[in-house]
């Protein structure tokens, strides 16, 4: 495939936490990817931050590494990846005091786009924005980008905001929504935008109801501390479904710029009804004979944190008035699925007769596995015998459809850090969309605390706890099976 990226301007990266597993399974092998492709320029360099005494030597044997282990093989090229590592320099930091930073200011190159990766924890933020400014590192053309949890609930979103804003723009801070970068969720708008089709019938009127689904077959061991802490409602749904919900119902935007789509993403926010108890199923895992249950672990014999949660949302305007989204995501489920379905009504009056059923469009929007798109269109099926109506699907796998191996689109990090270099924001969260995030699942996690709401146990494997299904049931719907 002839490679069509387009170069970026010459660049210094620093990685703050360049060491950490963040920086080793996605930041670094995704830079490498770029690099590979042809996108980064002659003179871009990446500088590696963190507490370790590495030197520049150490440190590219460390992403050497990485790159051996997430880099599929057939982008691995020795020539490449040396020439690669060339642009690597490290530096020892100490993100609450003056180590390593005399260092670092020495290394930057004046004239040159700088941006700063946080990939540490949040309570480093202030420190390291702080410091920047201290030694004068940072300059107008310098951005940051901050990673997931920004917060942990408005207060503490808002506090972080605030301390971000002491010391740069809002056009200068990056928030990562990594969901935002994966190739389908861009295709959402392209789908949503650029076609005549769809966006007619995309609203309460046509759509009986919309599914997003993000499962995930792994479990939460070797993390349960933090994710005890946040379970899915902070780590999945305040954010990635979040955005997934956003780019489905909102407005078109006047352009494809990022504060005319945050407008509109922040306006659905708003419109957004606070689920009751009886919209919301909170489920946890239990234990098998070969693995181990939630509680096991989140090494927490009394958690209280749902490891699934499905809902049913109304957003209150006109659009949608009557269209109910159903969101569900969950660990340990039985394989890893993300897609949103939009399914639309069934036609108003049935030319065919009662026999031959009931028929309605599905338009299923597939981010992972296997990212396309689908639509369900009802036909007649084939033979004598009279007029039978079947489903028929008009599939597009993106794979298929333009000749690229699976492998070939981008992994997220890899579009959304040259977007930092291109200065675009578009797919990033600004401050008040992700305060407005906060301010509606803050009161739905606060209802749960005050009644000590007891998740419901599911099976490992299974698409979710029974719950879930029946909450469609009432509604005469059902979930879209989740396979693979
Ligand atoms: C992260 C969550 O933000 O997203 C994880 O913290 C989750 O719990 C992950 O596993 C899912 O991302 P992806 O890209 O694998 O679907």
Not at 69 to 77: L, Q, T
Not at 314 to 327: A, D, E, K, M, V
Request: proline share 6%.
């Amino acid at each position: 495939m002839v490679s069509r990226v387009i170069p970026v301007d010459p660049f210094d990266l620093v990685i703050f936490g360049g060491t950490g597993d963040l920086a080793r399974r996605k930041i670094l092998p995704g830079l490498y990817l770029r690099f590979e492709d042809g996108q980064m320029p002659e003179d871009a360099r990446i500088i590696g931050a963190a507490r370790g005494e590495f030197d520049d030597a150490a440190y590219r044997d460390f992403v050497r590494a990485a790159i051996d282990e997430f880099v599929p093989k057939a982008k691995r090229h020795k020539e490449s990846i040396s020439a690669f590592l060339e642009r690597l320099h490290y530096v020892a930091i100490d993100a609450k005091g003056e180590g390593g930073w005399k260092e670092l200011a020495k290394l930057m190159r004046p004239e040159i786009i700088r941006a700063f990766y946080f990939s540490v924890a949040p309570s480093l933020f202030g420190d390291l924005a702080e410091r920047l400014h201290l030694h004068k590192i940072a300059h107008r053309k310098s951005r940051i980008v901050v990673e997931k949890p920004f917060g942990h609930d408005l207060k503490t979103a808002q506090a972080l905001n605030e301390t971000l804003a002491k010391h740069f723009k809002e056009d200068q801070i990056y928030r990562i929504d990594h969901y935002l970068g994966k190739e389908t969720v861009q295709n959402l708008m392209a789908l949503r935008f650029g076609n005549i089709l769809f966006e007619p019938l995309w609203n309460a009127q046509f759509v009986d109801h919309i599914q997003i689904t993000v499962a995930e077959s792994v479990g939460v061991g070797g993390r349960g501390g933090y994710y005890d802490k946040s379970g899915a409602m902070r780590d999945m749904v305040q954010n990635h479904l979040m955005q997934l919900l956003c780019l489905t119902a909102m407005e078109p935007p006047s352009k494809f710029d990022p504060d005319a789509v945050r407008d509109e993403k922040l306006k659905v926010i708003r419109a957004l009804d606070i689920p009751g108890p009886d919209a919301i199923v909170r489920g946890q895992y239990r234990k098998t004979k070969s693995s181990p249950s939630y509680r096991e672990d989140a090494e927490n014999p009394d958690s209280l944190t749902e490891s699934f949660i499905a809902m049913r949302l109304h957003i209150s305007n006109w659009r949608w008035n009557g269209t109910p989204f159903y969101l569900r995501t969950g660990k340990k489920l039985k394989s890893r699925v993300s897609e949103i379905v939009v399914r639309f009504k069934e036609p108003p009056h049935h030319i065919f007769g009662e026999e031959t059923g009931t028929h309605a469009n599905a338009l299923t929007i597939r981010l992972q596995p296997n990212e396309g798109m689908d639509l369900r269109v009802t036909i007649k099926e084939p033979g004598p015998g009279g007029m039978r109506l079947i489903d028929a699907p008009l599939d597009m796998t993106f794979a298929d459809a333009l000749g690229k191996e699976a492998s070939d689109v981008p992994d997220a990090y890899e579009r959304l850090i040259m977007d930092v270099i291109r200065g675009n924001q578009t797919l990033f969260m600004r401050g008040d969309e992700v305060e407005a995030a906060w301010a509606w699942t803050d009161p739905i996690i606060a209802d749960w605390e005050a009644r000590a709401d007891k998740p419901v146990e599911y099976e490992p494997g299974s698409t979710g706890p029974e719950e879930a299904a029946i909450l469609m049931h009432k509604d005469g719907r059902r979930w879209r099976e989740i396979s693979e």
